[in-house]
């Protein structure tokens, strides 16, 4: 298993600046993903942070927005830049080992932009 | 057009009720999972079922894979108010790069009343 501390766990921003979610996990994992869910709501993948290069942005996001760093096997981080009111939404890091099926996810970052 | 579609979107019931909640696609998958989310939490795994015709059985839980591993179904039998939460189906990306991510059903959201 696979224990995943992420921080801020909520925030209150103005539109127009960006916020850095960390990720930080309790042992080395291969994969480390990156989701957005609307409160009540399905889980969306923004991209895949791949360690040592850029990450893998899925339809729909692009790394100016969203941008992604994975120095190192057991951390990652998520900024969202030059936020607006539609940014406001929960973001939650989530890793998996490759020869492993079960996904780990961390208590999210609820964000609100007024 | 979605990939998992789940049903229903909503439920509301009552303590000791019996309740059903579907995944249905029209792709083959070799295997799907069922995750649970209670609020301020990341979703956890609660089963992977891999073989078509598959039942498993998690407690009050019984989860089914379709025989042509297409769908598959959540039963909770005598509801408590503990189960209440998203519940999510979702599949894993098999291969090329897009392999290890999840895609998730739009999740149903259980209430139970005492």
């Known amino acids: 298993s696979a224990v995943i501390s992420q921080k801020p766990s909520r925030d209150i921003c103005q539109r127009g600046t960006s916020l850095t979610i960390q990720c930080q996990v309790d042992s080395q994992v291969t994969m480390m993903f990156w989701y957005r869910q609307q409160p009540g709501q399905s889980l969306t993948l923004i991209a895949t942070a791949n360690q040592g290069s850029e990450a893998t942005y899925e339809s729909g996001f692009v790394i100016d927005k969203f941008p992604i760093s994975r120095p190192n096997l057991t951390f990652s981080t998520l900024t969202v830049s030059n936020m607006s009111p539609e940014d406001s939404s929960i973001y939650l890091c989530s890793v998996k080992q490759v020869l492993n099926t079960e996904a780990f996810f961390g208590q999210g970052t609820r964000l609100t932009v007024v | 057009t979605q990939l998992l579609e789940q049903s229903p979107q909503f439920l509301s019931i009552q303590e000791g009720e019996n309740l059903t909640v579907y995944c249905n696609s029209s792709s083959v998958f070799s295997s799907l999972q069922w995750y649970r989310q209670e609020p301020g939490e990341g979703p956890v795994l609660l089963v992977t079922v891999v073989t078509g015709g598959e039942v498993k059985k998690l407690k009050r839980l019984t989860f089914q894979f379709g025989d042509a591993r297409k769908d598959s179904s959540l039963h909770i039998t005598a509801a408590q108010t503990g189960d209440t939460g998203l519940y999510l189906c979702?599949?894993?990306?098999?291969?090329?790069?897009?392999?290890?991510?999840?895609?998730f059903g739009q999740g149903t959201i259980l209430t139970v009343h005492p």
């Open positions: 979702a599949v894993f990306n098999a291969g090329g790069t897009s392999y290890g991510k999840l895609t």
